[in-house]
């Protein structure tokens, strides 16, 4: 079919060909002429192909030297620019402000990308990401099934679910199907009082120990024993048999306000 280099399974790479996928993903970011797009392992580019017709620019950051070398052959296009650099280092100050990220990404990248982009100093407007589809769900669950990574990506972004693509599109197939993941950043600060950090300090406490309650996980990811624990889910107006995936956003803002004011040197 083509000479392009094959997926290397330790960099978990799946290519996506299928026309109709990758412009449903492009659809998704709702480009503008002004745009300035960061892509995120772009591989043979197949996906960068129908970038660079929409954005003012594409910036392709990839990770494996085969594609970095040759993606500026393959996609020949003024308005493109290919970094070879792990996404992690990259500086994302350099963009644009108000960038775009599109991208299909190695499953196991995902937590740690958004984590990086979230709590970047210049964060995306919105991020359009094709992933497993398993942690797309996870990513945009509600209370009930929250988990660490969506109260994260939800304290900055409002995230949506997109298409869903079958395993059997890719080359190689992957084990489980993908989906596509849409972020928009929040337009205003969810508590503008509060920092974002001290929130998730206290949510990473929160989710410290799994399946427990909101009184032990939390009397040991803060370190303080369960009688203070018990007395700051009161001020938060929190059950301490509540678990950490049934609570709100702003129920996690209420403990966080809780904590500082019954500890105002903890570290958050």
Excluded: C
Aim: net charge neutral.
């Amino acid at each position: 079919m083509t000479d392009q280099p094959y997926a290397k399974k330790s960099l978990g790479q799946h290519w996506l060909n299928d026309p109709a996928t990758l412009e449903a993903i492009v659809d998704e970011a709702d480009l503008q002429p002004s745009d300035v797009v960061l892509e995120i392992g772009p591989g043979p580019g197949a996906l960068t192909k129908y970038l660079v017709k929409q954005a003012r620019e594409v910036v392709a950051v990839e990770f494996d030297e085969r594609f970095a070398k040759s993606l500026a052959q393959t996609v020949a296009a003024d308005n493109l620019q290919v970094v070879h650099q792990d996404i992690l280092k990259f500086d994302l100050t350099s963009l644009a402000p108000g960038y775009k990220v599109v991208a299909n990404i190695p499953y196991y990248l995902t937590s740690n990308l958004l984590r990086v982009l979230s709590e970047s100093a210049n964060p995306p407007a919105t991020i359009i990401l094709l992933i497993q589809k398993e942690v797309a769900e996870r990513v945009a669950a509600k209370p009930g099934q929250m988990s660490l990574l969506s109260v994260s990506v939800q304290l900055y972004y409002q995230p949506r679910l997109g298409v869903k693509v079958p395993a059997l599109l890719f080359s190689p197939p992957p084990k489980v199907d993908s989906q596509v993941l849409v972020l928009q950043k929040r337009e205003e600060a969810l508590f503008p009082t509060t920092s974002l950090q001290a929130i998730l300090t206290v949510v990473r406490a929160g989710f410290s120990a799994r399946r427990k309650t909101l009184l032990n996980s939390l009397s040991g990811g803060l370190r303080l024993d369960k009688p203070a624990v018990t007395q700051i889910l009161a001020a938060a107006g929190l059950d301490p048999s509540k678990r950490p995936q049934e609570l709100t956003l702003a129920e996690w803002h209420q403990l966080t306000l809780a904590v500082q004011q019954h500890s105002p040197t903890l570290n958050t």
